[in-house]
């Protein structure tokens, strides 16, 4: 996943689209050489992920969402 740079670094994958299943979603990322990747119910529920965003994996492993916009202003590609 690409690395990005703040006061701290994450991974994140920019969303090109996301499809609800049963028991979670379908994130199809827009970096290539990414393949589509199942997330949670619960992820969806507390994050409410949308396409144009991030999918964003914090050093602990915590999974999170965030809008382009704050991601894109706040954080550097490395």
Known sequence: ???????????????????????????TPEDPGYGPFEVSEEYVTKHDPKAGGY??????????FSPAEALEGGYTRV
């Not at 006061?7 to 994130?27: D, M, Y």
């Not at 999918?55 to 999170?64: E, L, M």
């Open 55 to 64: 999918f964003v994996v914090y050093a602990d492993g915590y999974q999170s």
């Open 1 to 27: 996943m690409p690395r990005y740079q703040c006061h701290k670094q994450v991974w994140a994958l920019k969303i090109q689209s996301i499809e609800s299943r049963g028991n979670g979603a379908t994130i």
